[in-house]
């Protein structure tokens, strides 16, 4: 079909708050492979954001698996198969021994609101702590323990049931780098809120955080910051829920699991996983300890759930497991994930936007700020750089709460070259931006103090942003004059 069909069939049928990238001039997108994306003329796009397609857009092995599998069977886990066993049994290969059972369900949002009926019927409590800005799916248990969503909600009720912690951000959050323990004083939030909640008779069923917040802001929290919850959560008699949905299965290169990141000495209760475990096909899955299984058994209720779990789906699973060792992914990630840092690092020292690098393996964060000591977001230059990369074929986008930090999660394949060339053409529009911002390191104009009338424009996903700058064709402070997105803004 034409492009212009598509999206006009697309406008009359599909719900409109799904929302497109690029709402103003979506992409088409016809095939993949591996970390490179074709539309529908042939034109290559770079994807430096698909953390789903991990081990690399459309990937044979995996492929292979998924076809084979569906010409001999596929049907629900009430029968045996020797699919669904192998894949609980290497997935927990990669865990610690304590986390030995799992449950297959079939989007990320499903394994955390299944996490959540875990934790209930194990504490017997239904309080749950979550973070700032963090988001864990959309069905209707998890909305309200998702800030990310509700941000911008005037008129959302507040569940009463629901304790939102500080995100343990050392760049921007309440407790920072120069803080002698971030991690402790992090911690301690979440006692006060436990605390509190017991003082108004409520109790603790589950305290959940990504394991490196990714939505909200690629953060990274400091170690010893999960021991110390966990231990105040436990203590409170209830249980801490890692969701492993984005960062999971080797992206940060050292560990297969993010949590692990914390340190040996600290093992969630409950974690959840999705996105890269099917490589693009919906499944997932929620691996927890046998006590809390028994607890969830006691209840006498089945669980039962028709696709989680069948042959098709644990045969994919395999696969992926399989090259994310056959290709030592982890290594890769490792390699290329130092050489982007480093390479970012570099640009840092150029650009004034840039405010912060964070980043473990192929999760990395880049966040942009028009004043370094007030950390103003700089939100439409985010915006701005997105676009522009988009017209140079890179797919990257722009998140937080401000949505002014460019993350990194390109599929695991993502080369040293891959590296280079986004990190250059982010090096030229930066230097365009800053050029006309009149942003140098000879001089920091704070553009944030000055009565320029800003204006209202679209992000990558169509949303208004908070605060973008007026892009003025007439010079002046905005972004340069000849973006071709910028003309058609105008327009
Ligand atoms: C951290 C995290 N948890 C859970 C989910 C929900 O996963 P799904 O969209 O597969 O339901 C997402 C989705 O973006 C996520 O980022």
Redesign the pocket.
């Known amino acids: 079909m034409d492009k212009n069909q598509t999206l006009n069939l697309r406008r009359k049928h599909i719900g409109p708050s799904c929302k497109i990238f690029f709402s103003h001039d979506p992409i088409k997108i016809v095939r993949a492979k591996g970390q490179y994306m074709y539309d529908e003329k042939g034109q290559r796009y770079l994807d430096c954001i698909n953390n789903v397609a991990h081990v690399g857009h459309c990937h044979p092995d995996v492929v292979k698996a998924g076809a084979e599998q569906m010409e001999q069977l596929n049907t629900n886990s009430r029968f045996l198969h020797d699919n669904l066993v192998l894949f609980a049994q290497k997935l927990q290969a990669t865990l610690p021994e304590r986390l030995s059972v799992c449950y297959f369900v079939n ?6 609101d299944l996490a959540l009926r875990l934790a209930w019927q194990y504490t017997n409590n239904r309080d749950v702590i979550t973070l700032e800005n ?6 209707s248990s ?1 909305i309200d323990i998702s800030p990310y969503k509700l941000q911008h909600q005037s008129d959302v009720e507040h569940n009463p049931s629901v304790h939102v912690a500080p995100s343990p951000d050392v760049y921007r959050g309440k407790y920072r780098a120069d803080h002698a323990d971030p991690a402790t004083a992090y911690a301690d939030e979440v006692k006060d809120i436990i605390d509190k909640a017991h003082s108004k008779r409520r109790k603790i069923a589950a305290f959940i955080a ?1 394991s490196l917040q ?2 909200g802001g690629q953060v990274i929290p400091p170690a010893g910051y999960f021991q110390q919850v966990a231990k105040h959560v436990r203590k409170a008699g209830g249980v801490f829920i890692a ?1 492993e ?3 999971g299965f080797g992206r940060v290169g050292s560990h297969f699991w993010a949590f692990q990141l914390q340190g040996d000495d600290f093992v969630p209760d409950i974690v ?1 996983m ?2 890269p475990i099917g490589n693009g096909h ?1 499944m ?1 899955c929620v691996v927890t300890t046998k006590e809390v299984a028994e607890a969830f058994m006691s209840s006498g209720m089945e669980y039962f759930n028709t696709f989680g779990g069948n042959p098709v789906s644990c045969a994919i699973g395999l696969a992926v497991l399989d090259v994310i060792e056959k290709e030592d992914l982890r290594g890769n990630a490792v390699r290329v994930g130092r050489h982007l840092t480093h390479l970012l690092e570099k640009q840092k020292e150029k650009h004034l936007l840039i405010g912060d690098i964070r980043g473990v393996g192929l999760f990395v964060g880049v966040e942009l700020v028009r004043d370094r000591t007030k950390l103003t977001p700089a939100t439409a230059e985010a915006q701005e750089v997105i676009y522009r990369l988009k017209e140079e074929h890179i797919l990257l986008s722009a998140d937080g709460p401000h949505r002014n930090v460019l993350k990194f999660k390109p599929p695991m394949c993502f080369s040293v070259e891959d590296a280079d060339l986004v990190v250059e053409k982010i090096d030229l529009i930066l230097t365009e931006l800053e050029k006309a911002l009149g942003l140098t390191l000879k001089n920091t104009l704070d553009i944030a103090n000055e009565g320029n009338k800003r204006k209202l424009q679209a992000d990558e996903n169509g949303n208004q942003c908070e605060n973008g700058l007026v892009h003025s064709t007439e010079g002046g402070h905005g972004a340069p004059s000849h973006s071709k997105r910028n003309k058609r803004l105008q327009t």
Do not use: F, R
């Open positions: 989007s990320g949002s499903e394994a955390n963090a988001y864990h799916g959309h069905v998890l990504e990714s939505c969701d949905v984005q960062v959840t999705g996105k919906p997932s």
